[in-house]
């Protein structure tokens, strides 16, 4: 390799198989965060000879076959990559050792800046998202939606901190077609059709009670929820009403009551205030705004898309906050 000496190449080559070795040895007791310190080690290590160019990483795959294929060329440029874009502070404050190596940097790959890599590494982590999950979150622009703030009734400070732990802007239906959106009742059959990926989507904590829940009030009075769940994170029952269009204000008054009689008839010392999600087609802001103002129950609005929805949704909404 033209320009490198030997003996630095080789000073390198010794201090990164002694970082393997202490790799190996630390897997006995946390393998994954000892192998992504290794390859944060590695890739610094390369990056500190960048003007040597790429045969110097290419000789360095060729004498570290003894490790195996995870010190390959590929892997090797991997690391490098991942030692430029994180510090040794942020691996320490983040839970960045503690997501397998593969879906980190898949992660790092797809990610555009890195706010959204540290929100996917945090919600991966949090989550326990597998690969091929992390993957379709991506694909369900999981960040930006997440970047857009839910409408909410106008609760204190500690009642709406429990209400974004449970309220999304928008639920991705990937599950659904254009075609399946005929009437509430085939929606509502869609989601149980699917209930695995719509609990995925809905987020950590929730758990289905019942769809057409029976309620009947001590009047004997029968009404039946459209989704009844619960939050076991929250410690709250959380009730669904699915409207197939538009966000409308007299839909807020059967979901006010829902929660309401939730909270009477079912709810016990250790569950925490329902809450109620009215899942609709899409919302005018002022509207739902204005309809939600004065309420004291913890109610909100999200809006459900299919997936060949979302790019067009999202635009609409950036578009909205750069005319603020």
């Given at each position: 390799?033209?320009?490198?000496?030997?003996?630095?190449?080789?000073?390198?080559?010794?201090?990164?198989?002694?970082?393997?070795?202490?790799?190996?040895?630390?897997?006995?007791?946390?393998?994954?965060?000892?192998?992504i310190i290794t390859y944060y080690q590695i890739g610094t290590?390369?990056?500190?000879?960048?003007?040597?160019?790429?045969?110097?990483?290419?000789?360095?795959?060729?004498?570290?076959?003894?490790?195996?294929?995870?010190?390959?060329?590929?892997?090797?440029?991997?690391?490098?990559?991942?030692?430029?874009?994180?510090?040794?502070?942020?691996?320490?404050?983040?839970?960045?050792?503690?997501?397998?190596?593969?879906?980190?940097?898949?992660?790092?790959?797809?990610?555009?800046?890195?706010?959204?890599?540290?929100?996917?590494?945090?919600?991966?982590?949090?989550?326990?998202?597998?690969?091929?999950?992390?993957?379709?979150?991506?694909?369900?622009?999981?960040?930006?939606?997440?970047?857009?703030?839910?409408?909410?009734?106008?609760?204190?400070?500690?009642?709406?901190?429990?209400?974004?732990?449970?309220?999304?802007?928008?639920?991705?239906?990937?599950?659904?077609?254009?075609?399946?959106?005929?009437?509430?009742?085939?929606?509502?059959?869609?989601?149980?059709?699917?209930?695995?990926?719509?609990?995925?989507?809905?987020?950590?904590?929730?758990?289905?009670?019942?769809?057409?829940?029976?309620?009947?009030?001590?009047?004997?009075?029968?009404?039946?929820?459209?989704?009844?769940?619960?939050?076991?994170?929250?410690?709250?029952?959380?009730?669904?009403?699915?409207?197939?269009?538009?966000?409308?204000?007299?839909?807020?008054?059967?979901?006010?009551?829902?929660?309401?009689?939730?909270?009477?008839?079912?709810?016990?010392?250790?569950?925490?205030?329902?809450?109620?999600?009215?899942?609709?087609?899409?919302?005018?802001?002022?509207?739902?705004?204005?309809?939600?103002?004065?309420?004291?129950?913890?109610?909100?609005?999200?809006?459900?898309?299919?997936?060949?929805?979302?790019?067009?949704?999202?635009?609409?909404?950036?578009?909205?906050?750069?005319?603020?």
């Open positions: 390799m033209n320009g490198i000496v030997d003996k630095s190449y080789f000073k390198d080559l010794m201090a990164i198989k002694e970082t393997i070795k202490k790799n190996q040895t630390n897997t006995i007791y946390v393998v994954n965060s000892a192998m290590i390369i990056n500190q000879r960048k003007e040597w160019g790429n045969k110097y990483v290419e000789r360095l795959s060729r004498d570290l076959k003894e490790y195996g294929k995870g010190y390959s060329y590929p892997q090797l440029k991997k690391m490098s990559q991942f030692a430029a874009i994180f510090t040794i502070d942020e691996i320490g404050s983040q839970p960045v050792n503690q997501i397998p190596w593969g879906t980190l940097y898949g992660i790092i790959s797809k990610s555009s800046s890195k706010e959204e890599m540290f929100w996917y590494v945090n919600q991966t982590y949090k989550n326990k998202w597998s690969r091929a999950m992390v993957i379709k979150q991506f694909e369900l622009k999981a960040f930006q939606r997440h970047e857009v703030e839910p409408i909410s009734a106008s609760l204190s400070s500690d009642e709406g901190e429990q209400l974004k732990d449970i309220l999304k802007d928008t639920i991705a239906l990937n599950f659904i077609n254009e075609k399946d959106l005929v009437d509430e009742r085939t929606l509502k059959n869609k989601l149980m059709d699917n209930i695995i990926s719509f609990l995925q989507e809905l987020g950590p904590g929730f758990a289905l009670v019942g769809k057409e829940y029976k309620l009947v009030t001590p009047t004997r009075k029968n009404y039946f929820i459209d989704l009844l769940m619960y939050h076991t994170k929250v410690h709250a029952y959380v009730v669904i009403e699915v409207k197939i269009d538009e966000f409308q204000p007299a839909d807020v008054g059967q979901l006010n009551f829902y929660v309401n009689a939730i909270d009477d008839l079912e709810r016990t010392e250790q569950d925490n205030e329902t809450v109620g999600i009215l899942l609709c087609k899409d919302a005018d802001n002022y509207v739902a705004k204005t309809t939600l103002a004065r309420l004291t129950s913890k109610i909100g609005v999200s809006k459900y898309k299919i997936l060949e929805e979302i790019p067009e949704y999202l635009a609409d909404k950036l578009n909205d906050i750069d005319e603020i």
